[in-house]
């Protein structure tokens, strides 16, 4: 599964919360364990599931570029 983040805010910006909610809400709606932002990539890892990240920082006339790609 891949996350793309856009903002203008450069590489300071903290996306474990972010990854945690899109994990959360993926798991959801396939199992029935109780997913929490806590537990979600624990068990996203459990059942073999990754999320890539990759930000996007606004760049001369908007045009976006890749600042940061991670695997998680």
């Known amino acids: 599964m891949s996350v793309v983040y856009q903002t203008p805010r450069g590489d300071d910006l903290d996306t474990r919360l972010l990854r945690a909610n899109v994990l959360k809400g993926v798991l959801e709606g396939t199992t029935t364990a109780m997913v ?24 001369m006339h908007g045009a976006p570029w890749v600042q940061d790609a991670s695997g998680s």
């Open 36 to 59: 929490n932002l806590v537990n979600a990539d624990l068990l996203a890892k459990k059942r073999g599931l990754s999320a890539h990240q990759c930000r996007l920082s606004n760049v």
